[in-house]
């Protein structure tokens, strides 16, 4: 009685006898190669840099501070004192620096409800973000309507932005929840994507919460501050 061997054997002898090509015979086209190069200066989009800022100002945004905690043990907070509205700059020994980290964001949207997800957008160049990236975790901090002056602390690129500022440790990740604001989101890092010039960070929510009676947020349109009034 033959084996399956055997049948298999007399199966490819019998193919190649009437000219069919057998599976170790037949060529297998590989999947197209994608060919990789660099954008060309004619290929770019035809949109001025000032004008794509102009046009895109006219949509509001909310205004958050997106913080991390200091490396190794937490850092002590001044969760007593009052805020103070426009510390005077004082230059950060390095980008790298041992104080928690933090800046001022715009690009913030809530991203899924299962799971419950959040993410910003930061500059390539930031050098705030490889702190916080190190971290693995922050917290967005909503501003409120009076905040105008922390948000612009925390948007000045070479000082002790926290020097002045009141906060304690989010709940979950110990990232500085500043004091006062609206409302606060404590997030652990969930993935990163290039978008361009900018990355897009997407955080998972680990807890967060908001102010009973909170004041009303604060907003960013065309380069300015302002508020929102509810319509009657």
């Known amino acids: 009685m033959m084996g399956h061997a055997g049948m298999a054997a007399t199966v490819v002898r019998y193919l190649r006898s009437v000219g069919a090509p057998t599976a170790a015979e037949r060529a297998v086209d590989a999947l197209p190669r994608p060919h990789l190069r660099a954008v060309r200066e004619d290929e770019r989009a035809p949109v001025d840099t000032a004008e794509f800022r102009r046009v895109l100002g006219h949509f509001a945004t909310g205004v958050t501070v997106v913080t991390a905690p200091a490396p190794g043990p937490a850092a002590a907070t001044t969760a007593d004192q009052a805020p103070a509205p426009a510390p005077a700059p004082s230059l950060d020994p390095e980008p790298g620096g041992s104080g928690p980290a933090g800046f001022a964001c715009q690009s913030f949207a809530s991203l899924s409800l299962d799971p419950p997800l959040v993410s910003f957008m930061v500059a390539r160049t930031s050098t705030t973000w490889p702190r916080i990236a190190r971290a693995g975790v922050f917290c967005v901090n909503v501003l409120g309507a009076d905040q105008g002056p922390l948000c612009r602390a925390f948007a000045v690129s070479g000082a002790d932005k926290f020097a002045g500022v009141a906060y304690d440790a989010a709940p979950v990740t110990g990232s500085p ?36 009676g909170a004041a009303p947020p604060l907003l960013f349109h065309r380069g300015a501050f302002g508020d929102f009034t509810p319509r009657a």
Not at 188 to 209: K, N, W
């Open 177 to 212: 929840r500043l004091a006062g604001v609206p409302a606060w989101v404590d997030c652990t890092v969930h993935a990163v994507h290039t978008g361009g010039d900018h990355l897009i960070v997407v955080g998972r929510v680990e807890a967060l919460g908001a102010e009973p």
